[in-house]
Every structure is written in C-alpha cells, then in structure tokens.
C-alpha cells in the first residue's frame, strides 16, 4: 500500500476545496501547522479521502489527523480492514 502517500499527494493537489502548497506535503507535514489547513480543509480531506480510496471516514475519525502520515495510517488500515471483511 505504499501508494496511498502518492494517491493521497495527487488528490490534494487536485482537489477544489483544498489550495496549499503542494512543495510541502510531506508525510511529516502537519496538516494545519505546515501545510495552512484550516476545518473547511479539513472537512475537503475528508471528502477526498472517501472519494479517492472508497472508505468511510466516521464522525470523529479525522479529528486524530495530525499530519499526513496519520492519514495516510487511517487508509491504510481502512483499507486493510475492508480487504479482511470482504473476504
């Protein structure tokens, strides 16, 4: 899964509602510390995370979304756990 970092870089980057600078996502960036994100950015993230990897997001989840590698964890294991229930 090591291209959910480069799928989730590219949907930001092409995504309406979030405008930052792309030279500073980094899985080590903050969200709203380096990267400017504000809850309207964050609530887009969101969206996009859904849309790009068809996951759900819960109420609350993304309210432990720090820095992109916390992100980038959450699809992951989501992504994980669907795998296993759908098999």
């Given at each position: 899964?090591?291209?959910?970092?480069?799928?989730?870089?590219?949907?930001?980057?092409?995504?309406?509602?979030?405008d930052?600078?792309?030279?500073?996502?980094t899985?080590?960036?903050?969200?709203?510390?380096?990267?400017?994100?504000?809850?309207?950015?964050?609530?887009?993230?969101?969206?996009?995370?859904?849309?790009?990897?068809?996951?759900?997001?819960?109420?609350?989840?993304?309210?432990?979304?720090?820095?992109?590698?916390?992100?980038?964890?959450?699809?992951?294991?989501?992504?994980?756990?669907?795998?296993?229930?759908?098999?």
């Amino acid at each position: 899964m090591s291209d959910v970092f480069d799928r989730l870089k590219s949907g930001i980057a092409d995504y309406p509602g979030i405008d930052i600078d792309m030279s500073k996502v980094t899985r080590a960036a903050h969200l709203r510390d380096d990267l400017g994100f504000d809850s309207l950015d964050e609530v887009a993230l969101e969206l996009l995370v859904e849309e790009e990897f068809g996951i759900f997001v819960p109420v609350g989840s993304s309210d432990e979304w720090r820095t992109i590698s916390n992100v980038v964890a959450f699809v992951e294991d989501a992504i994980g756990s669907k795998g296993q229930a759908d098999e």
